[in-house]
């Protein structure tokens, strides 16, 4: 049974900085490239963060120098790092991974976690 399980949502004033953590089961994880992806009402889910098995790393170039996402094979989790928070970021963010080559609406979610950034 594959499980993508986010944590580390929150309500954080602009400028500050969260880290969201995605535990996974179920997965064949060293070989998968695993993706933040954030969406808002209204609006269509976008990657935000996205890195592959090799460790290339892809950013929405909002959080571009803002945004670090990063990968421990040893636990099967996969985070991101995010820093000077802006209002614009808030959203849900959900966990993804995939074997299939680009960054579609494909693969395995989680449920996702709210980050609300606002003062």
């Known amino acids: 049974q594959v499980q993508l399980v986010e944590s580390g949502g929150g309500l954080v004033q602009p400028g500050g900085s969260l880290t969201l953590s995605c535990a996974t089961s179920?997965?064949?994880?060293?070989?998968?490239?695993m993706g933040w992806f954030r969406q808002t009402p209204g609006k269509q889910r976008e990657l935000a963060a996205g890195?592959?098995?090799?460790?290339?790393?892809i950013y929405v170039d909002s959080g571009k120098g803002r945004f670090t996402i990063s990968r421990d094979n040893t636990k099967n989790t996969v985070y991101l790092q995010m820093n000077n928070l802006q209002p614009e970021d808030t959203a849900v963010y959900y966990c993804?991974?995939?074997?299939?080559?680009?960054w579609g609406s494909g693969g395995y979610w989680g449920q996702g976690t709210q980050v609300t950034v606002s003062s």
């Open positions: 890195i592959t098995a090799a460790g290339s790393t």
């Open positions: 993804n991974a995939r074997r299939s080559p680009g």
């Open positions: 179920g997965i064949d994880f060293s070989r998968s490239a």
